[in-house]
Structure formats: structure tokens, C-alpha cells
């Protein structure tokens, strides 16, 4: 089902990637608990490197593209997919069905919530010239921090005498607006631009 869910969004990593991680973590899990009662050992001991492993997968779901990161949703969700199959492998099938719930609702009802509230806010990217960096980054790391929808972090270039900062920012009109103001006002900022 989380699996499904991911696959309706185009997300890299959908039904079958799901389905294959949690079979495999399950038996796994099995594997390990079989080994375990039949020589004595941890039975913990080969499962606890699927979470490890898991990973490493959902790594490979991250993108960057300039300041802002993709895909770490579809991470997560490859990561509670490794720990279903723990679950399901031990046994405890309550515990699977409420994180499966508990993951759809997450997926589903928060990411429209999510999205409703993302709608109330406009995404600009800012391009900044100036000629001293510190006074005009503590400004601009002050409206990022403030904001609970930012998109990626600063990114710093030095060009000449002169510094370029470059950065996507999702905020309500009125604060873009008086962030655009504050930076044209600064004496070290040489241009700003915004689209």
C-alpha cells in the first residue's frame, strides 16, 4: 500500500521497490531468528545490518539540483518499508498493520495538509551581489531559518572583489516582499535579483 501510494505520486521508488524490501527484510528477519535458535547466537545480529543497508537505498533516492533536495520522502518511506519486513518477519503483525496506517496517513492526509499550506506560499529564487558577505548572510539566514517551507540552503560564490549568494525561499508574499526590501536597502548589496 505504501508502495502504491508512492508509485501514484511518480515518486522513483514505488510499488515493486516496496514490495521487494519488505519481502526481503522479512526474510531476513526470519533467516536471522532461524540461525539464531539453531547455533545459540544473536538472532538480532544479521537483521540489525538491514537497517543499515536500507540505507543505502534510500540514498540513492536523494537528488540535489542547485539549493534544493529531492526524494527524501520516498527515503523515509524505503527505510519504514525495511522496518516492516523486520516486523513481519518477528511476527508482530499489529505493529505492521498500525505503521502501515500510521505511514498512509502520514503520506496522505498530512502531505494535503501539507500542500494547502504550501499554496498560501509563493517560491522565489534570489540572486544577490554584494560586496561584504556577513552582514547580508546573517540577513538571509534569518528569513531562512524563520521559514518553515525553505527550499535548500545558500549557495556562496565568490566572483572578483564581489560575493553572489543564490537561494530559493517559500514564504508568504508580504515577507518575500520585505526581504527583497531589506537587501536592496544594505549598503554592501550591490543588485538583487528575484523571480
Avoid at 505503521?99 to 494535503?112: N, R
Avoid at 508568504?172 to 536597502?185: E, G, I, M, T
Amino acid at each position: 500500500m505504501i508502495g502504491w501510494q508512492r508509485e501514484l505520486q511518480h515518486k522513483p521508488a514505488g510499488f515493486r521497490t516496496h514490495i521487494l524490501i519488505v519481502l526481503g527484510a522479512t526474510i531476513v528477519m526470519q533467516t536471522s531468528m532461524f540461525a539464531g535458535a539453531l547455533t545459540g547466537s544473536d538472532a538480532t545480529r544479521i537483521a540489525s545490518n538491514i537497517i543499515v543497508g536500507i540505507g543505502f537505498i534510500g540514498a540513492g533516492t536523494i537528488m540535489k539540483e542547485g539549493p534544493t533536495v529531492y526524494g527524501l520522502t520516498t527515503a523515509a518511506t524505503i527505510w519504514v518499508a525495511g522496518a516492516l519486513g523486520l516486523a513481519i518477519g518477528t511476527g508482530y503483525y499489529g505493529a505492521a498493520v498500525l505503521l502501515t496506517f500510521a505511514t498512509l496517513v502520514v503520506l496522505g492526509v498530512f502531505g494535503k495538509i501539507e500542500g494547502w499550506i504550501v499554496k498560501q506560499r509563493v517560491l522565489r529564487r534570489y540572486q544577490v551581489i554584494a560586496t561584504d558577505s556577513e552582514t547580508v548572510i546573517a540577513r538571509i539566514n534569518h528569513a531562512l531559518d524563520k521559514s518553515p517551507f525553505r527550499r535548500g540552503g545558500l549557495e556562496f560564490r565568490r566572483e572578483g572583489d564581489r560575493f553572489s549568494l543564490t537561494f530559493e525561499l517559500a514564504d508568504v508574499p508580504a515577507a518575500q516582499d520585505a526581504l527583497f526590501h531589506d537587501l536592496r536597502a544594505m549598503k554592501e548589496v550591490v543588485e538583487v535579483r528575484s523571480q
